[in-house]
């Protein structure tokens, strides 16, 4: 479980249910507030095309928004939290709304699209049509992309990955990689996602044991890996009642070096625990250290919130720690920098022996702080937490928190959370895991 921007989806009987809605009321309210900004019934197809009609009547264009937390459940209900703007919005299914004889339906829909400009050559003559049919067609959007069902006649396949229970696993895993030929309207990623992930889940459906399957839909093609993060990634696990959905391109496009601080706290320890245990599972089907140190980053980001962390791996040929991951404040300009081993307090930590941690609340007052190598490039550096990336004695790296969100200084209940996660984390690492072997299918 990846604990960024998702989705949750039901099952198959479900989610045809939710494709044959029409109506949906949508409601739109600020974080803490009891008057809703917009509170109406649309009439749409998709819950994603009823959240923009919703946004549209507010002036506002888009669907869900970058970094909000989404999610859908049985019974069609969606709820998306927006943190960073303070939003809040539902859409739930809805019965055709009744109306007065003779007054209109009060539909919120869809902006129409402006009529064509009128041109000068003689126009064939016109078979009437009846004004119910015309306001149905002047309401309906116009899609600025192919439907799904078009997209799908042209996807690629790049990769696929298929694995059987074995001595490190018990589960079924398969994955599936596809080129996406155009740019996709908001919301047709998720449904075209979600039909190719139900016939990966038809032909595991008389396998017997724990079931993994993940589909990722990219904007490029690419042979021996990605240039870009996918435009969307869906996962589904069967111990589990829904699909996750991600959009890794988005959340890393939009991502800003400026860190997005949440006046949201985050949950007790022991929840954020069990969110660490539950997302650690994952790192059973990462392909390499990198993508592991990024996995880790994310994670770290969401349960202890700060406005910088990275993840430095050692180099052991130039004993040089090397910074693999990072995010928020400088994020872009620290990747890839190197620092010796043993210099500063990021030295010091790398002699930490197992489940230490050094917590410091003025960082710069400690004799051994080096602002080249501890200091956070366009941030005042105050309060600091290293947890050395260590498996059975053997240093692999160190993890790096900077300035807590939610406090001055990094609490014990952080601490507990990071050991945790650096603890799972260690142990990936220590077994030097590589890129799998990926069945390539062949171009045109």
Not at 21 to 35: F, Q
Not at 97 to 124: D, F, L, N
Not at 202 to 226: C, M, N, T, Y
Request: charged share 25%; glycine share 6%; aromatic share 6%.
């Amino acid at each position: 479980m990846r604990l960024r921007q998702r989705s949750r989806l039901s099952s198959g009987a479900q989610q045809r249910d939710l494709v044959a809605t029409k109506y949906w009321k949508v409601e739109i309210s600020r974080l803490g507030a009891s008057d809703p900004l917009f509170l109406g019934t649309v009439e749409a197809s998709t819950w994603p095309a009823a959240l923009q009609a919703g946004r549209a009547q507010l002036g506002e264009s888009g669907g869900v928004p970058a970094g909000a937390s989404c999610n859908v459940k049985p019974n069609g209900t969606v709820t998306i939290q927006d943190a960073r703007e303070r939003r809040r919005y539902q859409i739930l299914p809805a019965e055709e709304p009744s109306a007065p004889p003779g007054t209109k339906r009060p539909i919120a829909s869809v902006p129409e699209i402006p009529a064509p400009a009128p041109v000068s050559a003689p126009m064939p003559p016109q078979v009437p049509v009846p004004s119910s049919v015309a306001a149905s067609r002047a309401r309906t959007p116009r899609p600025s992309a192919p439907p799904p069902d078009t997209v799908e006649s042209k996807l690629i396949l790049l990769a696929a990955r298929d694995e059987t229970p074995n001595a490190s696993s018990p589960i079924h895993f398969r994955e599936r990689m596809y080129a996406v030929p155009v740019p996709l309207e908001p919301g047709t990623g998720e449904k075209l996602g979600t039909k190719l992930l139900r016939r990966v889940q038809q032909e595991l459906e008389k396998v017997r044991g724990p079931k993994f399957v993940r589909i990722e839909l990219f904007d490029h093609i690419w042979k021996s890996a990605p240039e870009r993060a996918a435009v969307v990634r869906l996962e589904w696990k069967d111990w589990n009642t829904s699909i996750e959905i991600e959009f890794p391109l988005e959340d890393e496009t939009r991502h800003s070096d400026m860190p997005q601080i949440s006046s949201v706290p985050p949950p007790p320890t022991e929840d954020r625990l069990g969110a660490a245990f539950e997302a650690c599972h994952d790192l059973l089907f990462l392909k390499n250290r990198a993508e592991a140190l990024e996995f880790a980053v994310h994670l770290l980001e969401e349960l202890v919130p700060c406005e910088a962390n990275a993840a430095f791996l050692l180099d052991v040929n130039t004993d040089e720690f090397r910074i693999v991951a990072a995010r928020g404040t400088g994020a872009r300009s620290r990747r890839g920098k190197a620092f010796p081993s043993s210099a500063g307090l990021l030295g010091a930590a790398s002699g930490l022996a197992e489940h230490a941690v050094l917590v410091l609340a003025d960082a710069a007052a400690d004799p051994r702080y080096d602002e080249n190598i501890d200091g956070v490039p366009g941030m005042d550096t105050r309060a600091l937490l290293y947890r050395p990336l260590v498996h059975k004695g053997r240093l692999f790296g160190v993890l790096q928190l900077a300035n807590g969100i939610t406090g001055q200084v990094f609490t014990e209940a952080d601490c507990e959370v990071v050991d945790y996660i650096t603890q799972q984390l260690s142990i990936f690492v220590a077994k030097g895991a590589s890129i799998p072997k990926v069945a390539a299918v062949n171009e045109g």
